[in-house]
């Protein structure tokens, strides 16, 4: 996860990309994804986001994970993200049936057209519940 301005990743940087690969995402991926246009921006994801935002013990990586699909579908605009996340909140330990209600909870909030986005990548992206 280095870069040439970046050499050695910070505690952060380490904790946040070991928070990614615990859902199954790969931060060098991210990092990899981002840095032709941008050469730092990417480890700020897996610094700022992941090792400062989303290991905080607060809350459990499953639920923090069902709060930012939920987030993802209102704001909109935001399907290249659900779809890395989606599969992720599986991982971190939420059935399909609780995602499918936690994207069914934004309606009234953010609107049917989001919901019906996310819920169309749900569809495709989710495991089938016995």
């Not at 790969?26 to 989303?54: C, K, L, M, N, Q």
């Amino acid at each position: 996860m280095s870069c040439p301005e970046h050499p050695v990743p910070s505690e952060r940087e380490l904790r946040g990309g070991d928070v990614m690969r615990s859902i199954g995402l790969d931060p060098d991926a991210v990092v990899a994804s981002v840095a032709p246009v941008d050469e730092r921006f990417g480890h700020t994801v897996v610094e700022y986001a992941f090792g400062e935002i989303i290991a905080r013990p607060e809350l459990d990586l499953r639920t923090r994970q069902l709060v930012t699909v939920a987030v993802l579908a209102a704001i909109g605009g935001c399907e290249a993200q659900l779809e890395a996340h989606l599969p992720a909140t599986v991982r971190a330990g939420a059935t399909p049936t609780e995602i499918v209600a936690a994207l069914t909870h934004i309606t009234p909030y953010a609107g049917i057209p989001r919901t019906l986005n996310a819920l169309y990548l749900a569809k495709r992206l989710l495991p089938a519940e016995p």
